[in-house]
């Protein structure tokens, strides 16, 4: 059986200058635990695409006013090795990749956990996260946050069961109003601040000037699906299958004035397919990479999956082949990216997912 969290215990809460940690912290103070906070500094916060000056001094605030320590741990050597790295990589192979998952599952609920753990002897970790953690059984389970819209157990799904078990989620069980509510209630000095965007690491930045300073990119060819050419790209790893806005594409002759779509990258030709049938970005068929399972699914098991963040939860079966995973969706789902990920859940439970490396017609 899973132990459960008690009053006295002692937790070590992510706080990261924003409401939904701060309001986190406060549940936990409010129930009793012994919390102390830690900053986390996962990139290089002289980069001017970086807020982590300000996060930090926000989340400094938000510890004096709650009557809680703070201190910073630098994990950016870590993520520089185990997101970074990965995420470059997966640029130059023409995949869209989603380094939160990783940012997640390498460096807050691992290197996170550790220095939780062997630094200041913490019995739990918490974060700002919206998901709840169910222990009434042998292991802890992951499940949909009670405000769907907010749910985070995407970007979770990959995290380990250890991690999973010495983990607590204070606003698994709140909406979103709820929170900048309490946040108000309670004082804390950012119960107004915009939620973060956009990659963990480049925050609000632009996605384009940043990533050009770590990848060479050339551009070259737009294609239509008959080998016209009809445009040019400004870089292939700056699109996404199924994307419509910013791809420069004007009118064309004997065109029927339907919008563009990315069907494909050519990356031997440094060309990038597009499509006026939105149609042929539907698939019904995914194929995954290895997965990462708390509850491995079982062959033709019904489930719910999703194929991003915010997407859709769709009926689908599933198949093992080989250790990779074959996904058969009752209904077409639109645009199923390389890269991307793919989590399945029984019900509102998370049970894990795994890399998209393809799809069929």
């Known amino acids: 059986m899973c132990s459960e969290p008690r009053a006295g215990d002692s937790v070590v809460v992510g706080l990261s200058g924003g409401v939904d940690s701060a309001v986190a912290a406060a549940r936990l103070v409010e129930q009793g635990f012994a919390v102390h906070a830690v900053f986390m500094v996962n990139w290089d916060q002289d980069d001017d695409m970086c807020t982590a000056r300000q996060d930090y001094r926000d989340a400094q605030a938000v510890a004096q006013q709650l009557g809680i320590t703070l201190s910073r741990v630098n994990l950016a050597e870590t993520y520089w090795d185990h997101v970074f790295s990965h995420f470059l990589s997966e640029l130059r192979a023409g995949r869209t990749p989603n380094p939160d998952v990783l940012c997640n599952r390498e460096v807050k609920f691992r290197a996170f956990l550790d220095h939780a753990q062997q630094q200041h002897d913490a019995q739990w970790i918490a974060t700002g996260h919206y998901a709840r953690a169910s222990r009434s059984g042998k292991d802890t389970q992951l499940w949909r946050a009670e405000d769907h819209n907010k749910d985070q157990t995407y970007f979770l799904h990959s995290i380990t069961q250890n991690a ?22 309670l004082g804390l000095h950012n119960h107004a601040k915009r939620d973060s965007t956009g990659i963990c690491f480049i925050g609000e930045g632009r996605f384009r000037d940043f990533v050009a300073r770590y990848l060479p990119y050339h551009s070259g060819d737009i294609l239509d699906t008959e080998g016209h050419v009809i445009g040019e790209h400004q870089g292939l790893m700056f699109y996404t299958l199924g994307q419509r806005k910013g791809l420069g594409i004007g009118g064309q002759r004997d065109s029927s004035g339907a919008p563009w779509f990315v069907l494909d990258k050519d990356l031997s030709n440094n060309a990038l397919i597009v499509t006026q049938d939105e149609s042929t970005l539907l698939s019904r068929r995914v194929r995954t990479e290895p997965g990462h399972w708390f509850d491995a699914p079982q062959a033709g098991e019904s489930l719910l999956a999703r194929i991003r963040h915010r997407g859709a939860l769709e009926a689908c079966t599933v198949t093992a082949i080989n250790k990779h995973w074959q996904v058969d969706f009752a209904e077409p789902v639109r645009a199923a990216t390389p890269g991307q990920y793919l989590t399945l859940y029984r019900d509102q439970r998370c049970i894990g997912g795994a890399a998209i490396s393809g799809h069929c017609a």
Request: no cysteine; net charge positive.
């Open 164 to 185: 999973l078990d010495r983990s607590l989620f204070p606003l698994g069980d709140m909406l979103k109003p709820q929170v900048r509510a309490l946040a108000q209630r």
